[in-house]
């Protein structure tokens, strides 16, 4: 088992998302990092999207994370519907080829897909989404 550091960050706010997750091979590219990081990622969304609970509540954590963002919800949702393991993939590989994120080990931008990762448990990968701005000037 591998144990990874993820951070998410999005280009002008500065909340950082941390997340540590356990990753059942150590990926040797980038392209199979992508792929074992959506596949986690898959698994958990539909795990909570599986899930029934008769009363749901909100403990004072998590009301206190919520209210960070501007957004109390108990967590019902309307859509039930499952994400595809192998569409999500899809996605995210042409997301990064479009440049709309970029990959940071360590402070090091990575870029090729092919290229051989030196990952150890104390790596930290980050994921930074791109914000494009609308319009031109004349």
């Known amino acids: 088992m591998n144990q990874l550091t993820l951070q998410f960050k999005r280009l002008g706010k500065k909340k950082i998302k941390q997340l540590q997750i356990t990753l059942d091979s150590k990926p040797e590219t980038l392209k199979e990092l992508i792929e074992a990081c959506v596949r986690h990622e898959v698994r958990r969304y539909n795990e909570k999207h599986e899930g029934v609970t008769i009363l749901p509540f909100l403990s004072p954590a998590e009301i206190q994370d919520q209210g960070e963002t501007g957004k109390i919800v108990f967590g019902d949702t309307v859509n039930k519907t499952l994400a595809?393991?192998?569409?999500?993939?899809?996605?995210?590989?042409?997301?990064?080829?479009?440049?709309?994120?970029?990959?940071?080990?360590?402070?090091?931008?990575?870029?090729?897909?092919?290229?051989?990762?030196?990952?150890?448990?104390?790596?930290?990968?980050?994921?930074?989404r791109m914000t494009f701005l609308s319009g031109a000037y004349w």
């Not at 995210?92 to 090729?112: C, M, R, S, T, W």
């Open 84 to 128: 595809h393991e192998e569409t999500a993939i899809e996605n995210a590989l042409l997301a990064h080829k479009d440049g709309l994120y970029l990959v940071f080990i360590n402070d090091d931008e990575v870029n090729d897909l092919e290229a051989p990762l030196k990952l150890t448990e104390e790596s930290i990968v980050s994921f930074l």
